[in-house]
């Protein structure tokens, strides 16, 4: 399991989340275009201060800042997937659409990487993201991930005006240990 509190990398610290983070977390989540293939809307403020608050308790997320002023700019998420004897994790990412394109998110997600393999004991690392959301996984294949999948029609997070679920595909990818180029 996960013992760091804090890792950085040449631009950016990533550290656990805060019960005070529901400014920074709304700052990004109230955007529709980052939320836009999340299993969840633009949140409110109260909700934010409310996901910062179980965030700080939540060691799957980390608050990714810009280093050296610390101003907070995304998440991740790195999760173990059960049964832990497999050594799988789970990765996902959010930032702030004012800092897109910058590498940040590559080189966020890379920290977390390295230590997740090199300090945890990480066999294998996935991650899945909706076809249509080009960045995300072309991030990925930055990241030496492999596309294991194509998964059809496997979510639903909206729904039509008619009530009925509107599926979306997925794309299944993974990294393995032996694989990671730091």
């Known amino acids: 399991m996960p013992r760091s509190t804090e890792l950085t990398s040449r ?21 529709p275009e980052v939320v836009e293939f999340e299993p969840y809307g633009a949140i409110t403020p109260s909700e934010a201060d409310d996901w910062a608050t179980a965030r700080a308790s939540d060691p799957a997320f980390w608050a990714i800042c810009l280093r050296p002023a610390g101003e907070l700019i995304g998440n991740l998420y790195l999760a173990r997937v059960p049964p832990d004897e497999w050594r799988t994790w789970e990765l996902g990412y959010v930032l702030h659409p004012d800092h897109w394109g910058r590498g940040y998110a590559t080189e966020a997600a890379a920290r977390l990487l390295t230590a997740c393999f090199e300090e945890w004991g990480a066999h294998r690392v996935v991650a899945h993201c909706d076809v249509e959301n080009f960045a995300s996984w072309r991030l990925l294949e930055r990241l030496g991930f492999r596309r294991e999948g194509h998964l059809l029609a496997n979510a639903s997070f909206r729904r039509d005006a008619d009530g009925d679920p509107i599926w979306k595909d997925a794309y299944a990818y993974a990294l393995l240990d032996r694989e990671w180029v730091r």
Do not use: I
């Not at 550290?15 to 977390?25: C, I, Q």
């Open 11 to 31: 631009r950016l610290r990533l550290r656990r989340f805060t019960a005070a983070d529901g400014p920074a977390l709304h700052a990004y989540l109230s955007r």
